[in-house]
């Protein structure tokens, strides 16, 4: 029988109401006449109840079920009554040994309580259906033991929270219409729900002329129809379907406690070149954000959580071994000074950090002028060549010269593997300097709590607040909202917590030969910007007349730059008479064979040529693409 709504003169029904007959409109019901259109009518409604209600009803369809198929194991195949048996033996043995693919594709299984009602279901169900094939569905009192047993194991499946959960949402799913009333949202329907691990999803079709931007300024009153907690509800938009949106009410907050620091398993290094994991978002997964070739903006209030997460971030970093950090901390050292043994510099004044700066863009430029002369588009970091990143707390203290310095390693260090990674707590235009373009070269922003809402925009773009990126709510320290490419939703996230313990060990775990020492009182003073360099760091003599070594060299003889750019600049350095061997050996910190390795391949380039006695020299000419890898891309011959 089919049902449709019509009114006297013919024309179309109203949309008033969602579909529901409007005023002086008369339901017409077309169909089948007599008893036999009545019990289609009426069989048709009971089939669409026992799909609806096909949840609260599975005890009796595991019953029904399991006798039916023993009734035609024992018509058909009487003899195959004992592989039922085999097939719930071994899931029982799946249960008690839990393999991890097992956990990850069901993760309520984790829980005793749900394995040992999966281990009650399977030995019920299996013994129904092998007794059923052998001596038939209805021999005796086996009927009737079934039932008992299916309302057995039927009770905790009924009393279960998450069966109350799922009741409670399609009560809500079906009256969504009113809830839309009630919060200004009329028309708007819930097509979908499911129910997760804090909450419930649903996605929500909007009314023809509705967007996105209503369903984030109805949110408040929302949460009022629904009854739910202030702050419980979040909405996205579905990308394919301007029309759509996705509501997400979450019953108990995931973050509410800090979520500790996890070091990353295995012995093996982990490289910059894969997404790093920073946080986690509510629904448990993690957040893991790819940080190569990347400038990282932090942005919060005070007592936010800003140098929390620079620490996780700092840990992540430290566990990769193709990178070499720089930190400022203008906190006289008070923040980055614990990770001494992974930074190769550290400036915890103004003065300190402009030297720093410059020699950040020296190095930048070193790197562009090698890839330039070696027809390399981009660096591609190793351990031997190195990312550079530069960490700067409480940016806002730099002087104007230091920003200026800033403002050109986040224009062109990109390319070249040097990046910033910013913390402060309102990047203003004045606060980030004035004509500086170092805000908008900034591929992630992490917005944490900020007082004032215009601070949103200030974060992470003119029209996030609009947009629903807003964090003035934000309750605990480290909740954070995350803009980069891939992340274009808000969706609310909670840093790792890592504390002084954890910072110790991982940085002694992840110690860097030749890395930063405490600078003496009169480093202190600001004597390092006038030459006088601390132990393990950056200074003038790198690049003093008569030595080989590479300019900005950190640490190894081959410095930050790799032992490739340093043997080049060596080169181009050497007298007119060329540099040996031994003296190219010094420069790149590399073997002998290594070094005639490289130097061979120069020469079939042209990039390099002999001029007796084993010595060598760079010879100047149009650049052209080698063939060979990338800076570091080779390892050691020897």
């Known amino acids: 029988m089919n049902r449709r709504y019509g009114n006297a003169s013919g024309s179309a029904p109203s ?23 009545d019990f289609a009518y ?28 023993g009734a035609w194991l024992h018509s058909t195949h009487p003899a195959w009554w004992p592989l039922p048996l085999v097939a719930g033996v071994a899931v029982l043995v799946v249960l008690a040994w839990l393999p991890r693919p097992v956990v990850t594709r069901w993760p309520l299984l984790a829980r005793w309580r749900v394995r040992a009602w999966s281990a009650g279901f399977t030995a019920a169900v299996t013994a129904t259906v092998a007794l059923a094939g052998l001596y038939g569905a209805s021999a005796g009192e086996l009927p009737t033991y079934a039932f008992m047993a299916a309302m057995g194991l039927g009770a905790p499946w009924w009393w279960r929270e998450d069966r109350r959960r799922l009741s409670k949402v399609r009560m809500i799913r079906e009256r969504f219409g009113d809830t839309a009333d009630a919060a200004g949202l009329s028309g708007a ?23 996105y931007t209503d369903a984030v300024n109805a949110l408040p009153a929302l949460e009022s129809a629904l009854g739910s907690r202030v702050g419980a509800l979040r909405v996205e938009p579905v990308t394919d379907d301007a029309a759509e949106v996705v509501l997400r009410l979450v019953e108990s907050d995931p973050h509410a406690e800090p979520i500790p620091w996890v070091a990353r398993p295995g012995k093996r290094p982990a490289s910059i070149t894969a997404p790093v994991t920073v946080g986690v978002w509510e629904d448990g997964s993690d957040v893991a954000v790819s940080l190569l070739r990347k400038h990282v903006l932090i942005g919060g209030a005070t007592d936010s959580g800003k140098s929390g997460l620079l620490n996780v971030i700092l840990a992540r970093l430290a566990e990769c071994n193709d990178v070499t950090i720089w930190g ?41 002028a090698f890839l330039a002369e070696q027809g390399i588009r981009e660096w591609t ?11 700067i707390d409480e940016y806002a203290e730099l002087g104007p010269a230091a920003r200026k310095l800033a403002d050109s390693i986040a224009r062109r260090g990109r390319a070249v593997a040097v990046t910033l990674l910013i913390a402060t707590q309102r990047p203003t235009q004045k606060t980030m300097g004035d004509g500086s373009a170092i805000r908008s070269q900034m591929n992630i922003r992490f917005c944490l709590r900020v007082v004032e809402r215009g601070d949103v925009d200030l ?42 313990a954890d910072v110790q060990a ?69 007298p007119p008479t060329g540099a040996g061997i031994t003296e190219l050996m010094t420069a790149s910190g590399r073997s002998r064979r290594w070094v005639h390795y490289r130097l061979q391949a120069l020469k079939r380039q042209g990039k390099a040529a002999p001029c007796g006695d084993g010595r060598w020299v760079a010879v100047p000419g149009p650049r052209a693409r080698p063939d060979r890898e990338p800076p570091g891309a080779d390892g050691d011959a020897s």
């Open 189 to 211: 329907r819930m097509v979908s729900a499911v129910i997760g691990r804090w909450g419930w999803t649903a996605r929500l079709k909007l009314r023809r002329g509705q967007h």
């Open 42 to 69: 009426v069989l048709g409604a009971l089939g669409r109840a026992g799909w609806r209600y096909r949840s609260e009803l599975a005890p009796l369809y595991w019953w029904a079920g399991s006798l039916l198929g």
């Open 459 to 500: 974060i992470l773009g003119a029209g996030s607040l609009t947009a629903g990126w807003d964090t003035t709510g934000f309750d605990a320290p480290g909740k954070f909202l995350l803009r980069a490419a891939g992340h274009d939703t808000p969706r609310r996230a909670r840093a790792q917590w890592i504390n002084d």
């Open 328 to 368: 400022i901390d203008l906190k006289e050292g008070m923040e980055l000074a614990p990770w001494s043994k992974v930074l190769h510099r550290l400036a915890v004044n103004g003065s300190q950090g402009g030297a720093l700066l410059k020699d950040a863009v020296a190095e930048l430029e070193r790197r562009a």
């Open 506 to 574: 991982t940085a002694t775990r992840n110690t860097r030969p030749n890395h930063h020492q405490p600078a003496r009182p009169q480093d202190r003073n600001g004597d390092h910007a006038s030459g006088q360099t601390p132990p393990g760091t950056t200074g003038a003599q790198d690049g003093a007349p008569g030595s080989l070594r590479a300019p900005g060299a950190t640490g190894t003889p081959s410095g930050v730059s790799g032992p490739d750019v340093a043997l080049w600049e060596a080169l181009k350095q050497a």
């Open 381 to 391: 970091p190793t351990a031997e060549a190195p990312a550079l990143v530069v960490m």
């Open 15 to 37: 949309r008033k109401g969602r579909g529901r007959p409007g005023r002086g409109e008369i339901m017409i019901v077309q169909g089948g006449s007599g008893a036999a259109g």
